[in-house]
């Protein structure tokens, strides 16, 4: 079964540009990268149950398109304001909830950080065209 | 109920093989299935059918096998017959049996351990992912048999409310991914732990009733019910034999607990000939084989003090001393004020009111208690003992005052069970 585990955290914009530009930073230098973001995606990825993940940038500067009835409304943040952002997924296949549930735990988020664990439907007929 | 006529006896017999094989058929049913509605509505098919056949043709030899094979039917059955039930269920699952007959893959399953089907079961239900008040609705619904109706009955919500919860319950745990087997040995104590603390839900629901309503106490034998079959599938482990014993010896006083006209009964004006002998050495003796594995936790502490209250003669002859230390270990593995309550109780009776008084200082001056009557009440009754009359009289004046507040009162009952009265 595919889960997402979907990151959320109260960082605002302005300390999440200060983490990403030190995690930048770090990854630039030279020698080996460490980290345990590095150490927790290489893990997932070695154990065969990693599909994909992404970090994205601060829903401040998301953009959200409201469709209407043939037109479209453009408006600036996110669909819903709230203090808690989603900051970054983990898409895992594995057996059941529990796996799941412990891949999130195993992440090393701070405290105060949230880990959201949706499972994914299957079976359905427009997933046919992911893989065609 | 006397199983009088051969009818009767039939029916008797029927409600017997319901309330012992509903969960097995259930949980056999949704293992193989994946889906807990589908099974449900599999097993209430069986059972229905048996109602017929079994008052035509007597019950037979193996009631449970019967009831498993005829709803494994009904699943298949409904399946072929498609519609919204079959959807819910990966066609994968029974689109591999549709060539063959029913019974022919029904009964090696059966004959399989039975026992890992019902546990599975209460795993899923009491899932630690389900919210606390959905795991012990599911938990009564799908292992103990009770029907919607009485379990909303009992916890006072409108039926319809209760019927909405276990459908979305259902739906998560067949969306979510929440799997009806055993947890692996290293997530295994921390589950054992959640279905522990539902099975103790219910017994403080029915027990914090009192005198109430039957439907409610009735949940006190259920709670009893599920805690026996825990003990039976996890007869090694320690805390599982503490949280039957300590049931049991909770029961043991329920004739007790409650006066002719209704009102609560403290433990120190019991009569203590309507305790249920029976009961207080049958936890004892669960108790006892608990102690052995060595395995110290919260519901043994709490056994090992109702065992002592079970076995004194009386109020003032009770083991005090030996109370208070147990309380003072409980309070250690898991702090609570409520414990400490307990504890300046016992530690007055065993060293005398100031040093009860010591005790709840510290409870009484964090003032998080303080619409809880029993905080007030074991404080007028340590300062009765320590000689402040006057004082007392206040103390008492409070705890009647908090005692109106009865919702405060049931909640902390709920949440940490009832030691003093």
Redesign the interface.
Known sequence: ?K?ALLIYSQTTAEEYAGFVAAARQAAGNAGPVEGPWLDYTRAAREAGVLVGAEQLTHSETATSVRVGNGDRVITDGPFMETKEHLLGFYLVDV????A??DWAHRMPARPGQTVE?R?A?SGLPWQRALTE | MAAGTDGIAGTTRLERAFREEWGTVVGTLARRLGDLQAAEDAAAEAFAAAAAAWARDGVPPNPGGWLTVTAWRKAVDAHRAGGARAASVDPQVLGQVNAAPADELAEPAMAETLGDDRLGLIFACC?P?LAEEVRVALTLRFVAGLTTREIAAAFVVPEATLAQRLVRAKRKIR?????FTV?PQR?LAERLRSVRAVVYLVFNEGFASGGGELIRRDLCEEAIWLGRLLARLFPDDAETAGLLALMLLHQSRAAARVSADGRPVPLAEQDRSLWDAALVSEGVAVLDMALTRHSPGPYQFQAAIAALHGTAGSFESTDWAQIALLYGALARLDPSPVVEVNRAVAVGMADGGPAGLAVLAPVLAAGTLDQYGPLHAAHGFLLEKAGHPERARAAWARATESAGNSAVRDELLRRHGLFFI
């Open positions: 079964m889960y057996d059941d909830l529990d799941a549930l664990v499972a439907l | 899932h992912a969306e979510s991914g929440i799997r947890p997530r």
